[in-house]
Nanobody
Framework: QVQLVESGGGYVQPGGSLTLSCAAS????????MGWYRRPPGQLRELVAT???????EYADSVKGRFTVSRDNAQNTVTLQMNSLKSEDTAVYYC????????????????WGQGTLVTVSS
């Protein structure tokens, strides 16, 4: 059974930093693209950042220059370093990954973390 477990959410003042981490566990054959989404209060979930298996990254315009996504293939983890946080960054953040496992008959299936709340407020 594949699971994504997140950590690092919390309360931070504007201008501060937080690092979110997400680790995939279970019987895993391989992991393709990984990424982060967020759902601000009263809004739909939106893409924050993605990183391919080879390390190619994409970012939402709202976080470019402030957030950095990275991955550790040996640890099956993806990390989101968030700097210069703004109140607009307040949201529930979700990690996701395309995972190949025996339970998916070796097909790549998207898995989601449970979500972690980031609150940016003075």
């Amino acid at each position: 059974q594949v699971q994504l477990v997140e950590s690092g959410g919390g309360y931070v003042q504007p201008g501060g930093s937080l690092t979110l981490s997400c680790a995939a566990s279970g019987t895993i054959l391989s992991i393709g693209a990984m990424g982060w989404y967020r759902r601000p209060p009263g809004q739909l979930r939106e893409l924050v950042a993605t990183i391919s298996s080879s390390g190619v990254t994409e970012y939402a315009d709202s976080v470019k220059g402030r957030f950095t996504v990275s991955r550790d293939n040996a640890q099956n983890t993806v990390t989101l370093q968030m700097n210069s946080l703004k109140s607009e960054d307040t949201a529930v953040y979700y990690c996701d990954a395309g995972v190949r496992s025996p339970s998916t008959d070796s097909l790549a299936v998207r898995y989601w973390g449970q979500g972690t709340l980031v609150t940016v407020s003075s």
